[in-house]
């Protein structure tokens, strides 16, 4: 294990140094268990203080699902803070909720840039207020590729974070693979890193082992050490300012067409922005409309409905040229066209190319063709997409019924014993 071990003492230093902090643990398999891991950590530093009393855990409503789960994990009782209008944290609200806790208040989650994809121009004097009032500051490090190279968790005054190795470091993300998330912590937190009962890791303090390996899923680290060590600190940092670049390119193109939820106060988004898509409905159109059209363009949807519901959150990174960003733009400029035939009364409410979306080659090849568009319209909507047609293999089901409703299709028990005793 020779080579794994210089590879885990070499990556721990680039993310610690990345993160602005002090060390590093290896040992979260996702950004969820790093949350979880985090959470751990800072119990155990309040505990040796003699503070273990310390339970809330501050939670800005625009925080991801898995920030309040992996408070509740963690034995916290989760605290809401109010975002203002402008889909910041509400200052005002975040104090008076840390004065009232301040004799229970064991940390604040908070994401940066934020889920709502602006820089929070408050985030120091956050983390200050939380510091102020005895707690400790868990950044998520989601959208840590709108940081690398040009500011810091530790910078910002966080205490601890957890990278998505998935998301930031190159690790094979879709469709769920395996994922690693670290977690990086300030000098105070250092000691109770998680440990393993077999193998030596964390701190002398340490937490009980986070999960059963040392290192996480350490057969894919190399993936992360690759990419860091070939991009080498200016191509990270290059990185990270296409990706922020790449956003605010498609947010300038789509501007105008479609309302752009939340931007700082500069007028520029982070490295990810809200396409709002809620006024369609007026005519039919939901967000889910739009998402399925987009195959027809052959594009994969970006995030529906999260953070805010009714919306399309975009984030390009920096992996796509300027020619790919300009063809996305100009399939979204198109659907927001065949949404305006609707709103005009040219395109039927019903039998539209957007309620109809995807299209299937089953669908306009075979049979008469009865919608009151054409077929091109329907599979060819803009020249591009006749290059590579992308041919989409089923139409809607019942989108999310199925989530909401299970099945348990498996026989019951009982059915074996009498085959069993049957034969
Ligand atoms: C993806 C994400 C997480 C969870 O990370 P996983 O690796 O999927 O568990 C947490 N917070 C935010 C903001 C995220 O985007």
């Known amino acids: 294990t020779l080579g794994y071990q210089e590879l885990f003492t070499n990556l721990r230093t680039w993310l610690t140094e990345i993160t602005g902090f002090a060390d590093t643990s290896l040992q979260p398999n996702s950004g969820a268990q790093g949350e979880y891991a985090g959470l751990m950590v800072i119990r155990a530093y309040h505990m040796n203080r003699g503070e273990g009393h310390r339970d809330v855990a501050l939670i800005p409503t625009s925080a991801h699902g898995t920030n309040p789960a992996s408070a509740v994990m963690a034995g916290m009782k989760v605290v809401l803070v109010k975002c203002d209008e402008k889909g910041n944290i509400d200052i005002e609200d975040l104090k008076s909720k840390a004065t009232e806790h301040k004799d229970d208040l064991s940390c604040l989650m908070v994401t ?3 889920t709502h994809g602006v820089f929070e121009e408050a985030i120091q004097e956050i983390c200050a207020t939380i510091h ?3 707690g400790q500051v868990y950044m998520d490090g989601a959208n840590m590729n709108a940081q690398v190279g040009l500011t810091s968790p ?5 205490d601890v974070c957890h990278l998505n190795l998935h998301k930031t470091f190159c690790i094979p993300h879709g469709g769920g693979g395996p994922g690693m998330g670290p977690i990086c ?6 000691p109770f890193l998680p440990g393993n009962p077999l193998v030596k890791t964390g701190g002398e303090l340490a937490v009980s082992s986070i999960s059963s390996a040392p290192y996480g899923s350490a057969s894919i680290l190399p993936i992360s050490y690759a990419y860091i ?3 080498g600190g200016d191509g990270l940092t290059n990185a990270t300012k296409m990706a922020i670049l790449n956003a605010n390119y498609i947010k300038e193109r789509l501007a105008g067409h479609y309302p752009i939820l939340y931007t700082g106060s500069k007028g520029r988004a982070a490295h990810e922005m809200i396409v709002d898509c809620r006024a369609f409905k007026e005519v039919g159109v939901e967000v889910e409309d739009i998402a399925k059209r987009l195959m027809d ?19 390009p990174t920096e992996s796509e040229t300027k020619a790919e960003l300009d063809k996305f733009c100009d399939a979204l400029l198109s659907i927001r066209e065949e949404i305006r035939e609707i709103e005009e009364g040219k395109a039927d409410r019903v039998e539209n190319v957007l309620k109809n979306a995807p299209h299937t080659a089953k669908m306009v090849l075979t049979g008469e063709w009865t919608m009151p568009y054409s077929r091109e319209k329907a599979v060819f909507p803009i020249a591009f997409v006749k290059e590579g047609k992308f041919w989409p293999t089923v139409r809607r089901i019942d989108s999310a019924y199925g989530d909401r409703n299970l099945v348990c299709s498996c026989i019951p028990v009982e059915e074996y014993a009498t085959e069993t005793e049957l034969a």
Do not use: D, N
């Open 132 to 134: 102020q009032y005895g």
């Open 112 to 114: 940066y840039p934020s």
């Open 297 to 315: 363009y052959g594009y994969h949807a970006p995030t529906v409905s999260f953070p805010v519901a009714g919306t399309l959150m975009i984030e």
């Open 229 to 231: 060590a070939m991009m």
């Open 185 to 190: 912590v300030a000098s105070h937190l250092a």
């Open 154 to 158: 530790g910078r910002i005054g966080a």
